[in-house]
């Protein structure tokens, strides 16, 4: 997605390091490899995810490490790889269409399965284990917030009474429920378990938790004028830059504040490249539907 601006923002063609933090099936790794980053550290949360990448990436043999890490832990992770600067860095948030299309995963209401929606099934609580122990009110400040869903007190009184007639174990028994509170009262044009369904995933993935704090690591791993710089090919501009693609509107906000947070001042550390954020061209939106709703912003380490 986005694959042409990224490049043009990131400019792989300087070399040096590069890191994808949401690696996913591996696409815009590639184009970094191919593209000229001498090295690249591809990390993500989900292991189905780095076994495609390390498929897709294999052609390019030591010049790639694939690391099952959160990316909020990414100063370890470079730390690990013994990586002191990274000349670009890349963070496309958000699902991948693997995880939505994989059956068995519980992140689609499309399919009837149990209701997991966690990107990396070695840790933490699953939705339907949540969804089954949380109360009324958090459930529905949780839809509100993350799912932007008016009815969401509706929605949180439906499942509460729903749960007692049994654990909500799947997606299919839970899109039921949300649809039945809401659709009554409403014509809409998306399903009407959109939203919720958006929420869960979000809470359960912790996706906005640490995002401004994971941009400022990022952001201070990226090399500024020092040797580093000066060891990448003549006559290109050195210096670190960051590339964050963001799908809802609550993360594009962080990744915005953030990015103008760290441009701003006598120490700061950035300067923004994308005024407005940069979105899909109407050929791909017409190809990718998900991509309508990408925002690609970008800065450069002052
Ligand atoms: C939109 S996809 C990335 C697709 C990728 N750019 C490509 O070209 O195939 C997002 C990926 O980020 C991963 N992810 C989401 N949150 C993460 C986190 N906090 N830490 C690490 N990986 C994460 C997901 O598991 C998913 O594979």
Not at 110 to 119: A, V
Not at 183 to 191: E, H
């Amino acid at each position: 997605m986005l694959v042409d601006e990224v490049r043009a923002l990131l400019q792989p063609e300087r070399g040096g390091v590069f890191v994808d933090c949401t690696v996913g099936l591996g696409g815009h790794a590639r184009m970094l490899l191919e593209h000229g980053a001498s090295r690249l550290i591809g990390i993500d949360r989900d292991t189905d995810a780095l076994a495609l990448a390390r498929d897709t990436l294999a052609p390019f043999g030591d010049r790639v490490a694939l690391v099952h890490a959160d990316y909020r832990e990414i100063a370890a992770v470079l730390a690990a790889q013994g990586v002191g600067e990274v000349a670009g860095l890349l963070a496309d948030l958000g699902v991948s269409s693997l995880q939505l299309d994989a059956e068995g995963r519980g992140f689609s209401f499309r399919r009837d399965e149990p209701l997991d929606m966690r990107m990396d099934r070695s840790r933490g609580e699953t939705a339907a284990e949540w969804i089954g122990r949380v109360d009324e009110r958090e459930l529905a400040d949780v839809i509100y917030r993350f799912g932007e869903e008016r009815r969401s007190r509706q929605v949180a009184r439906a499942i509460v009474a729903a749960r007692q007639h049994g654990r909500i174990e799947t997606t299919g028994r839970l899109g039921e429920i949300v649809r039945r509170a809401v659709a009554a009262r409403t014509r809409q044009r998306i399903d009407p378990a959109t939203r919720t369904f958006q929420a869960l995933r979000i809470w359960v993935n912790r996706e906005l938790d640490g995002l401004d704090s994971f941009i400022g690591s990022a952001v201070a791993s990226l090399q500024g004028e020092g040797p580093a710089a000066r060891t990448v090919r003549k006559g290109v501009e050195g210096r670190g830059r960051i590339a964050v693609i963001a799908f809802h509107s609550l993360e594009d906000r962080v990744v915005k504040h953030t990015f103008r947070a760290l441009s701003k001042g006598d120490d700061a550390q950035l300067t923004v490249l994308t005024k407005h954020p940069v979105i899909a061209s109407d050929a791909e939106a017409a190809a990718n539907p998900r991509a309508r709703s990408a925002k690609l912003r970008a800065a450069v380490r002052v």
